[in-house]
């Protein structure tokens, strides 16, 4: 048996040099002349996430100030909702918040980027809003893939990422188990094991840190890693770190979901992707999906029918996140459409 699935991970690793091979030498010509082609003819987007309260003239504001460097919008989504509720003696009273994110082309500007940061600075304080702005063109997101035993949710990332379909670089996969090294090995990435016990949780945690560090990454997935992180690690990696619960939060939260769901008969599984907090399952939900089961499936049918949603589930909240359409505001997530 072990002899089967060393030939086919060798399969699969030569059919991954030899597309990589075939792209690099027969379309070589095509591809140099179409990227001289693309570099003359290249914009250069920006993402801008904005959230404050309402108010008017934001949209006009935030527009004309890009208008007026050389900028051009290319996609410009808002959200207006009743999503902070206050009470006072008169009885309650709900403050309408602002979310838009703007795509804009900064190919023609006038000035520096840091003129147009400045001035973004400027009306946020006007306005009492929040921002973040990613310059398109700039290096690439790295990610720390956190896996235990369980490969589908790692798979579909690497496959997804290799099809150009997540734009990051997957710098490392951490595991406390040897089991997925194969997995990471069919993609030439690095695999480090840290073993975790009671006893060297933390000191294991302080390692796992100073690489993450020492390797620039940007965000951490939990995909389907069994370990409970500590309250430490995650205020470390606030809104940084991206979980797949194997259930429809905030149904079953902890774990063996499954068990729990099939006690109580449901009649849908699910799978949430959250930023994971100190609070376990309890963080800000990205993305969840559901399936319909019935009193026929056992816990292994279940199983099974979850593992679907939760590799899904996950790779389309990481690609949200890479892709600036979250706005996290307190225990919510705002997230646009792609």
């Not at 902070?84 to 190919?107: N, P, T, W």
């Not at 902890?254 to 599984?269: C, D, F, M, Q, T």
Request: charged share 25%; net charge positive.
């Amino acid at each position: 048996m072990a002899t089967i699935f060393g030939a086919q991970r060798l399969i699969i690793k030569l059919k991954l040099r030899h597309i990589t091979k075939a792209s690099s030498s027969g379309l070589l010509c095509r591809r140099q002349f179409a990227g001289l082609a693309n570099e003359a003819n290249a914009t250069k987007e920006a993402r801008l996430l904005l959230a404050g309260p309402d108010a008017r003239g934001i949209v006009a504001s935030f527009s004309h100030l890009l208008f007026s460097r050389g900028c051009g919008i290319v996609d410009c989504t808002s959200e207006s909702s009743e999503i902070d509720a206050k009470v006072d003696k008169r009885g309650q009273h709900s403050r309408r918040m602002f979310f838009q994110r703007i795509l804009f082309d900064y190919s023609n500007v006038s000035v520096e980027r840091d003129v147009i940061e400045d001035e973004i600075n400027d009306l946020c304080v006007r306005f009492g809003m929040e921002s973040q702005l990613s310059w398109g063109g700039d290096k690439r997101r790295r990610i720390a893939i956190f896996v235990s035993k369980y490969d589908h949710c790692l798979w579909e990332l690497l496959l997804r990422q290799r099809a150009g379909e997540l734009d990051c670089e997957i710098a490392m996969v951490i595991s406390s188990h040897e089991k997925l090294r194969h997995v990471a090995d069919t993609f030439d990435i690095p695999y480090h094991v840290f073993p975790i016990t009671k006893d060297n949780k933390l000191e294991q945690e302080e390692k796992q840190i100073s690489l993450i560090e020492q390797h620039n990454v940007d965000l951490l997935v939990l995909a389907r890693y069994m370990q409970i992180l500590s309250p430490s690690f995650c205020s470390r990696f606030q809104n940084q770190i991206i979980n797949i619960h194997h259930s429809f939060l905030p149904a079953f939260r902890g774990g063996s979901p499954y068990h729990k769901a099939h006690e109580r008969g449901v009649k849908l599984v699910g799978a949430t992707a959250h930023y994971a907090t100190t609070e376990l399952d309890e963080g800000p939900i990205i993305e969840q999906d559901i399936m319909r089961v019935s009193h026929r499936d056992d816990v292994k049918d279940l199983v099974r029918k979850g593992r679907t949603l939760e590799k899904t589930c996950l790779t389309n909240a990481v690609k949200a996140h890479l892709d600036d359409r979250i706005i996290t505001h307190r225990s919510k997530c705002i997230v646009f459409a792609e």
